[in-house]
């Protein structure tokens, strides 16, 4: 009964490391368009 318990809490924990790392990816894909639209103005202004 306690290695079974300990087997679910550990499941349960890389789950959670996993989702973790899902929502900052796609936070970072949500935000990477709007990097390099910044990238690429800034670049044009400094163009002479």
Do not use: H, Q
């Not at 936070?27 to 002479?48: A, G, N, Q, S, V």
Request: proline share 4%; glycine share 2%.
């Amino acid at each position: 009964m306690k290695t079974e318990n300990l087997k679910a809490k550990k499941l349960t924990n890389e789950g959670f490391v996993s989702f973790f790392f899902y929502l900052l990816f796609r936070m970072f894909l949500k935000r990477l368009p709007l990097l390099w639209l910044l990238y690429i103005i800034r670049y044009r202004e400094t163009d002479p």
